[in-house]
């Protein structure tokens, strides 16, 4: 098929890329021309067509869906920016699913859609709601990034186009971001969480797109068994391979987040997708630390993890 993924160089997106070229699928990737995602291009080599625009701007999605055969649509400003701008990620990721769905369906043979949302959307889950969440369970706004995701889902189903949404879990980057966020202090410990690897992720939407027995479904995207843990633990284990001394647990909230165990079992007979434990992913991840990283982290980690800990509204109320 010729392909294309719209939001290319983000951390599904390129995942997406590596799976649909391994399946020998001709793909056009679209997303913003910027430096980090030239660069990113730049790893491709010819492999890709690049289609450089804006999802706000109709014309450049017109030009991006002409002649493919499938749409994978990743694009989306995710938290902390789409709680601190909402009105303008709204415009991308409301705006911009609907631009991109009027575009493909101008198309002479509209092509079919995979798009990707969240388990977010079913809200906060405590330790009094059942795991795991299905496809079934209804969703709930909690913040702008849900309402969002609500949203884009409904215009997808109602679009009239051949569809399958993917609620994705919690996606393990293949590196994590060296930019510390306060927004990390809003899981609880307790949190059951499920994680999926992004290149398991990269698979499954790969997989979608040529799965006809996925046309108009709902599949939760989750690592599955061997990624659920509690958020204490990823936190204990990730702060171990790189040397950084954990947190009191007053630092964190004690409010349920959105995440959870999924039932990820249809999605799984269905794409064929969880290749990755935790366990997996750690190993890879220790590889990606440059050595002297855990040796300056034992000697500064200390008044670092002090620095950070100071950022917690929840420490400082609880110390209060």
Same mark, same amino acid.
């Given at each position: 098929m010729r392909?294309?993924?719209?939001?290319?160089f983000? #951390?599904?997106g390129r995942s997406?890329?590596v799976?649909l070229?391994a399946?020998?699928?001709?793909?056009?990737a679209?997303?913003?021309?910027?430096?980090a #995602?030239?660069?990113?291009?730049r790893r491709?080599?010819?492999?890709l067509e690049l289609s450089?625009?804006d999802?706000r #701007?109709?014309l450049? @999605?017109?030009?991006?869906?002409?002649?493919?055969?499938?749409?994978a649509?990743?694009?989306?400003v995710?938290p !902390?920016?789409?709680?601190?701008?909402?009105?303008?990620?709204?415009?991308? #990721? /409301?705006t911009?699913?609907?631009?991109l *769905?009027?575009?493909m369906q101008?198309c002479?043979?509209?092509?079919?859609?995979?798009y990707t949302s969240?388990?977010?959307?079913?809200g906060p889950r405590?330790?009094?709601?059942?795991? !795991?969440v299905?496809?079934?369970?209804?969703t709930k706004a909690s913040d702008?990034y849900?309402?969002h995701k *609500?949203e884009t889902e409904?215009?997808v189903?109602e679009?009239?186009l051949?569809?399958?949404i993917?609620? @994705?879990?919690m996606?393990?980057?293949?590196?994590?971001?060296?930019?510390?966020h306060?927004m990390?202090?809003d899981?609880?410990?307790d949190?059951r969480?499920e994680?999926?690897h992004?290149?398991?992720?990269g698979?499954a939407?790969a997989n979608a797109?040529r799965c006809d027995?996925a046309?108009?479904?709902i599949l939760l995207i989750?690592g599955g068994?061997?990624?659920?843990?509690?958020?204490?633990?990823?936190?204990a284990? /990730?702060?171990?391979?790189f040397?950084?001394?954990?947190f009191p647990?007053s630092?964190?909230?004690r409010?349920?987040?959105?995440?959870?165990?999924?039932d990820?079992?249809?999605?799984?007979?269905?794409?064929?997708?969880?290749?990755?434990?935790f366990?997996d992913?750690?190993?890879?991840?220790r590889?990606? /630390?440059?050595?002297l990283v855990?040796?300056?982290?034992?000697?500064?980690?200390?008044?670092?993890?002090r620095?950070?800990?100071?950022?917690?509204p929840h420490?400082q109320?609880?110390?209060?």
């Amino acid at each position: 098929m010729r392909v294309l993924v719209a939001g290319a160089f983000g #951390n599904a997106g390129r995942s997406a890329l590596v799976e649909l070229l391994a399946q020998g699928h001709r793909v056009r990737a679209f997303d913003l021309r910027t430096r980090a #995602n030239l660069r990113a291009a730049r790893r491709f080599g010819d492999s890709l067509e690049l289609s450089w625009g804006d999802v706000r #701007n109709p014309l450049d @999605l017109a030009r991006a869906v002409e002649g493919v055969d499938a749409v994978a649509h990743v694009a989306f400003v995710i938290p !902390p920016e789409s709680e601190r701008r909402p009105e303008w990620a709204r415009e991308i #990721n /409301v705006t911009g699913t609907r631009n991109l *769905i009027a575009a493909m369906q101008a198309c002479p043979r509209p092509p079919r859609l995979v798009y990707t949302s969240s388990v977010s959307v079913t809200g906060p889950r405590g330790p009094e709601d059942e795991p !795991p969440v299905t496809a079934a369970h209804p969703t709930k706004a909690s913040d702008a990034y849900t309402a969002h995701k *609500i949203e884009t889902e409904a215009l997808v189903r109602e679009s009239g186009l051949g569809w399958t949404i993917l609620r @994705l879990g919690m996606v393990l980057p293949a590196e994590l971001p060296m930019r510390f966020h306060p927004m990390t202090f809003d899981i609880p410990e307790d949190q059951r969480i499920e994680g999926v690897h992004t290149r398991d992720v990269g698979l499954a939407v790969a997989n979608a797109l040529r799965c006809d027995e996925a046309l108009g479904r709902i599949l939760l995207i989750g690592g599955g068994a061997s990624c659920r843990l509690r958020m204490g633990e990823f936190r204990a284990r /990730v702060a171990e391979l790189f040397g950084m001394p954990t947190f009191p647990a007053s630092a964190f909230s004690r409010e349920p987040y959105y995440t959870d165990f999924m039932d990820t079992d249809e999605a799984q007979r269905l794409l064929r997708f969880q290749r990755h434990s935790f366990d997996d992913y750690l190993e890879e991840l220790r590889a990606t /630390v440059p050595r002297l990283v855990p040796i300056v982290l034992r000697v500064l980690g200390g008044p670092i993890a002090r620095r950070l800990l100071a950022r917690s509204p929840h420490h400082q109320t609880q110390a209060g």
